[in-house]
């Protein structure tokens, strides 16, 4: 990791948690502009987080559904056992972490954001942890989020959600308001309210891509999305016939992706 990432990644992680600058800040007890140093490029040039610094954010963020370790990493270090959740029957895993593209590439990943979900206010990227065929899903597979909306009716979301046990993790999940249905609602009854205090960040997934970072083999077909009770959502598109040629070249050469990954959701 080269330290133009640290800042990026950090936002990338506060994001994820839901949090705003001022919000984080305040938590941390340090002002808007003493966090903001992390933040910006031009102005945190160090290797790595300071390690209480990290620490700090890892206890904080963990609380918002974001992985320990990966703050911890910025810091060049792992999380302490203390910090990690215990396992959740049917989320031992996090279904998504945010994801962040190498420097070298971003520009070209931008285009094909931009391409993939043109309608969205403040789009985040986040990589699957596990595959979730029953939304068309697989390991690896890098999802476009809007992090300025709700879902409507009918949309896939990625949400932070708490579980039985009381720990937060991140799920992928059907929204029928005011409900949102996992790919284990019908096996283990997971389903989560979001009126109920069950949801604390919730944002619709928009499309999804791969790229040769993420994964060795070759991309396979997404699935219909139309799991849990019938055709309440559109069916996964191919990229195909939805971006313009010039674009769509552009983003695969530039960010080395799979030509056939991207799916409109």
Request: no cysteine.
């Amino acid at each position: 990791m080269t330290f133009p990432d640290i800042p990026h990644r950090l936002k990338a992680l506060r994001e994820a948690a839901g949090l705003s600058i001022r919000a984080l800040a305040a938590e941390l007890g340090m002002s808007s502009s003493g966090y903001a140093h992390y933040e910006t490029p031009a102005r945190f040039k160090d290797a790595y987080l300071p390690m209480q610094m990290a620490q700090d954010l890892a206890r904080i963020l963990a609380a918002h559904g974001v992985s320990p370790d990966d703050v911890m990493a910025l810091a060049g270090s792992a999380a302490p056992a203390s910090m990690r959740p215990r396992p959740t029957p049917g989320l031992s895993e996090d279904a998504a972490r945010p994801w962040v593209p190498q420097a070298s590439r971003r520009d070209a990943v931008d285009v094909l954001i931009r391409a993939l979900a043109p309608g969205a206010l403040n789009p985040g990227t986040f990589e699957m942890s596990r595959a979730i065929p029953a939304f068309g899903l697989l390991k690896g597979d890098i999802v476009i989020v809007d992090r300025k909306r709700l879902p409507v009716a009918g949309e896939v979301a990625l949400a932070n959600a708490r579980t039985d046990d009381g720990l937060m993790s991140t799920i992928v999940g059907r929204f029928l308001p005011p409900l949102l249905f996992t790919a284990e609602s019908l096996t283990d009854g997971s389903i989560y309210d979001v009126t109920a205090g069950d949801v604390a960040v919730y944002h619709p997934i928009l499309a999804s891509f791969r790229t040769h970072e993420t994964h060795d083999g070759p991309t396979k077909a997404g699935s219909p999305l139309g799991h849990l009770g019938g055709p309440v959502g559109p069916v996964v598109g191919r990229l195909a016939g939805k971006v313009r040629p010039d674009e769509r070249a552009e983003a695969v050469a530039g960010a080395s992706l799979e030509p056939e990954g991207p799916r409109i959701f």
